[in-house]
Nanobody, 115 residues
Framework: QVQLVESGGGLVQPGGSLRLSCAAS????????MAWYRQAPGKERELVAS???????NYIDSVKGRFTISRDNAKNTVYLQMNSLKPEETGAYYC?????????WGQGTQVTVSS
């Protein structure tokens, strides 16, 4: 069983920045696709960004140029740097590990963008 622990959420003003972290308990992290999802109140969970073991990153259009996903395989940790945050990006952010057809989820960390 793989455990994922997110951290770094909080309250930030519009235009501000946050850096989310997600630490994995297993070394399969290094060969897994890691992703960040978010779920706004009353909406479905959506994929925000993903990164392969070879550091190929992909983003949804609305965050391109503002968010950066990265990983540190020595620490089994994936990051999401979020800049120029918008109020509509408020929600719970979840870390996901995808390996050989199996998906594992963290417990989520809350991001609130508000003045």
């Amino acid at each position: 069983q793989v455990q994922l622990v997110e951290s770094g959420g909080g309250l930030v003003q519009p235009g501000g920045s946050l850096r989310l972290s997600c630490a994995a308990s297993s070394s399969i992290f290094r060969v897994s696709v890691m992703a960040w999802y978010r779920q706004a109140p009353g909406k479905e969970r959506e994929l925000v960004a993903s990164i392969t073991g070879g550091d190929n990153a992909n983003y949804i259009d609305s965050v391109k140029g503002r968010f950066t996903i990265s990983r540190d395989n020595a620490k089994n940790t994936v990051y999401l740097q979020m800049n120029s945050l918008k109020p509509e990006e408020t929600g719970a952010y979840y870390c996901n590990l995808h390996w050989l057809g199996n998906k594992y989820w963290g417990q989520g960390t809350q991001v609130t963008v508000s003045s």
